[in-house]
């Protein structure tokens, strides 16, 4: 990984972004893209749309245009009361397990910069026996600022959110660690696409949604899609990994970290779409994995497939263990081949493809 995409890459998920707060993380992504796009637009929701314009022109036979939506908020708190000692209360912003937050070290947002907590929990010598064993429910923790109330109260409002305090980390075999892979690791991956694909060139237009709200309801998604209204989209996310204890493969399938990228099955799929992304990872000779959904999938997939007449819809997933929690962990050699991937993927669309199935 080149040293100016490692840094964009740590960036990205080192810079808060709770569901509703993604500004950030679209003010990165603009001015990653603003020499390579062909142009961007920013949305009232927030979301980015950047275009690479393909090399086929008005005149010449339709090229299909496609969408790559991968999201950039992620999971996180919010400020929900404020005691008269000065301690934090708050609420879940996306799925967060409170069996995680007692000791973890949390960075709130506020108008004035970013301030360290604690969530603070009794120790385990005061706690009643019979509620050792419980998980603490959000209202029965709170973060510890170190400042009197007075202070707190001048500088944190309600509504301010709250991002797990630690970052980007590599380990093991080329491994790393973070919160917030869950999406913007695949915010990183689509725009790399979009840097190859100016340098090698495709038919097609490109156009890559950065999107917000995917973490309450894929509202990004399903705007994005409807607005651009493409030929085809591919929601680009992160899946479950199964690679490690406690996990039964019987049921959530067979998923490694190292062993590619992750392209869906089902109902939600186009099924010329996703043989397309088939065809594509063997072209490149990139290992990939195949992942069974058998329901509508609870990615921006999911809403961009059903916008105005219909989508030609396509789920590309990044493997991923410990999905939110603040040990996300990734393969970077994942990473690597969900880029060679998407990018041949566009590359190889041409004039005259049908994605009506069974035609």
């Not at 709770?18 to 796009?37: P, Q």
């Not at 994005?224 to 493409?230: D, E, L, Q, R, T």
């Not at 392209?263 to 099924?271: F, K, L, M, V, W």
């Not at 105005?308 to 819809?313: D, E, L, N, P, Y």
């Amino acid at each position: 990984m080149p040293d100016d995409a490692y840094a964009y890459l740590r960036e990205l998920v080192e810079t808060p972004s709770v569901t509703g707060t993604e500004w950030r993380v679209a003010s990165l992504v603009r001015e990653r893209l603003g020499e390579v796009a062909d142009e961007i637009e920013t949305n009232v929701m927030g979301s980015v749309h950047a275009t690479l314009r393909g090399s086929v022109r008005d005149g010449e036979a339709a090229v299909p245009s496609v969408l790559v939506a991968a999201h950039m908020d992620e999971v996180g708190l919010m400020v929900n009361y404020i005691d008269d000692e000065g301690f934090l209360r708050f609420r879940a912003v996306g799925g967060v397990d409170a069996g995680l937050l007692p000791g973890m070290r949390m960075d709130v947002h506020t108008a004035e910069g970013t301030l360290r907590g604690v969530v603070g929990r009794m120790p385990i010598h005061l706690v009643p026996a019979d509620e050792r064993k419980q998980v603490a429910p959000f209202d029965k923790l709170c973060i510890d600022l170190g400042m009197p109330a007075d202070e707190v109260k001048a500088s944190v409002r309600v509504g301010d959110t709250i991002t797990y305090g630690v970052g980007f980390e590599r380990f093991g075999k080329n491994m790393a660690v973070s919160r917030a892979f869950d999406d913007k690791s695949c915010v990183y991956i689509a725009t790399r696409v979009m840097e190859e694909l100016k340098c090698r060139g495709a038919a097609a237009d490109y156009i890559f949604a950065a999107t917000v709200q995917e973490e309450i309801g894929l509202r990004g998604g399903e705007t994005s899609a409807f607005g651009v209204n493409p030929d085809i989209a591919i929601g680009f996310d992160v899946t479950h990994a199964t690679d490690y204890p406690g996990v039964d493969k019987a049921k959530h399938g067979s998923i490694e970290l190292g062993a590619g990228p992750v392209i869906a099955r089902g109902p939600n799929i186009n099924p010329v779409v996703f043989e397309r992304l088939v065809a594509a990872a063997q072209a490149e000779d990139v290992p990939y994995q195949l992942e069974a959904e058998p329901g509508v999938t609870g990615t921006d997939a999911g809403s961009m497939q059903v916008q105005r007449g219909g989508i030609a819809t396509g789920l590309l997933s990044l493997p991923l263990r410990y999905m939110h929690t603040p040990t996300e962990v990734i393969s970077l050699d994942d990473v690597e081949a969900c880029v060679k991937l998407l990018a041949r993927f566009i590359a190889d669309l041409e004039p005259g493809l049908s994605f009506v199935p069974g035609m």
